[in-house]
C-alpha cells in the first residue's frame, strides 16, 4: 500500500468512536480555544485586509467568517479563517506546526455544506491532525522534521495542506479514491516559507493549507484526479519537501489509526508570541517572582538556548516582536506575561522596554535542550533557571480554567457577551450537538445585525 492510499483509508475509516478519550478532549478544546484567537484576529489590522479582501472578491456566498460576518464561498471563507487563526500567533502550537489554525477554519467553512454534528467534526479535526503529524514526523514540539524546517519550509503551510484536505474530505464523505486523489491535489498546493516569519504572511500560511484544502476536496468530490502516490515516492510530497528518503508506507504510516499524537496533547498558549519565545519568558517571570526582583535590580539577561535563524533580535514592528528573544524576555521582566496589547509599534518604541531589551543577551546552545535564563542584578547577584517545558506544554495537562478564560477575553474583541455564551455554551457540548448551525450564527455577527463594538482593537 502506498503512502497516499493508506492516509486515505485512515481518513475514511475514522469514526470518533475509534479516537481515544484525550484525543477527543484536546480537539474540542483547541477548537474552542482556536474559534477565540480568530474572534481577536478578526479585530486587527490583518483582519481589516482580509475583510477588504473578501468584499472585493465577493464569491457565492456559502460560509460566513467568524468575527467578520462576511459571506463567500467555502475555500475564501476556509482562508479567512485560518488567517484570522493564526494573525496573532495566539493559536495553539503541536502536531505539524498550528494544527488549529488550519483545521478549525476548513470545520466551519464547511460547515453549512456538509452540516456535520459536532461529533463528526471533531473526527475531522483528529483525521487532519493524526495525518499531518505522522507525514512531518513531528513529536509535538520541537521535534518538527528538521530537514524541512532548514531548507526553509514551514510546517503549517505544507504539512497543514495535506492535513486540510483530509478534514475537508472527512466532512464531505469522499470516498477512498476521492480522498486519495484530493490529498494528491493538496499535494501540488502545498508552501509556506519561514523567511516570512514576522510578517502579517505568516499567518497567511495557514488560512491558504485551509482554503487548498478544502478546494482540494471539492475537485475530488468531483472527479478532479492526481497521481496514484502523490505523497510517497521519488517525485512526490515527502521527497520535495524534505529530500530524498525511504518513503513508504511501512516507514512513514506504520501504526496510523492505532495510536494517536493528539492524545498527547496541545500547547495553548498563555501569551500571543512565538511558540519559540514562551520557556525563556516563563523563565524571566519565574525568577522575577521568586527572588522579588523589579526591573531596576537588572544589569543583565542571558538566555542560552537551541538558536532558531527567524527569531528577531532587533524587531522593528510589532508583528516581528512576537519572533524576538530580546523582545519577550524584556516584556516578561518589565510586566509578567505579555498581552495582545503588548505587540504593538508603539509599545515596542517604549523606552523602558529598550533599554530592557538592550541588557539582553544569547549564551549559547544548552546541551540538554532546556532554555537557562540567568538574571544579573546591579548588586552583583546572578539567579538561574532551567526550563524545559513552558507552563502551557501539555506535559502539564488540559488547563481549562485558564483557556476558558482566554477564550472569553479574546472573543470580546469581536462578539458581545450574549453571543460569546452561545459559542462557549455549543463548543463545551461540541460532541451532543446535532449540527453546527447555531454555533456559526453566533460567531458571524453579520447574520444577526451589526457587529458589536469591539474592546480595545488588537491592531499589530
Known sequence: MSVTAACADFTVGLTAAAVPEAALEWAQWGMLDGTGVALAGAATDIGAIVAGYLELTGGNPQARVLGLGIATSAPEAAWAGGTLCHALDFDDAGGFGHPTAVLLPVIYA????????????????????????????????????????????????????????????????????????????????ASGINRNFGTMTKPLHAGLAARNGVVAAVLAQRGFTAARDALGGVGGFLHAFKGAGDYTEQTVCAGLGETFALSRGLAIKWYPGGWSTHRQTAGVIDLMRRHALIADDIEGIEV?????????????????GKFSIAYNVALAALKGWPGIADYTAERLREPALASMMERVRHRGDPADGAVHVAILTKDGRRFETGVEHAPNDPAFGLQRERTLAKFRECAAYSLPPQAIAVVEEELLNLRRIADLSRLMSAMCPGSEGPRAAAQPHART
Open 304 to 320: 542560552a538556548l537551541e538558536a532558531v535563524p527567524t527569531l528577531r533580535l532587533d524587531p522593528a514592528s510589532g508583528v516581528e
Open 110 to 189: 464547511l460547515a453549512g455544506i456538509a452540516r456535520p454534528s459536532g461529533t463528526e467534526a471533531l473526527a475531522a479535526y483528529v483525521a487532519g491532525f493524526e495525518v499531518g503529524t505522522r507525514l512531518g514526523e513531528c513529536d509535538i514540539f520541537g521535534a518538527i522534521d528538521k530537514t524541512s524546517w532548514y531548507l526553509g519550509w514551514h510546517p503549517t503551510g505544507t504539512f497543514g495542506t495535506i492535513a486540510a484536505a483530509c478534514t475537508a474530505a472527512k466532512l464531505l464523505k469522499l470516498t477512498r479514491v476521492e480522498t486519495a486523489h484530493a490529498l494528491g491535489i493538496a499535494a501540488s498546493e
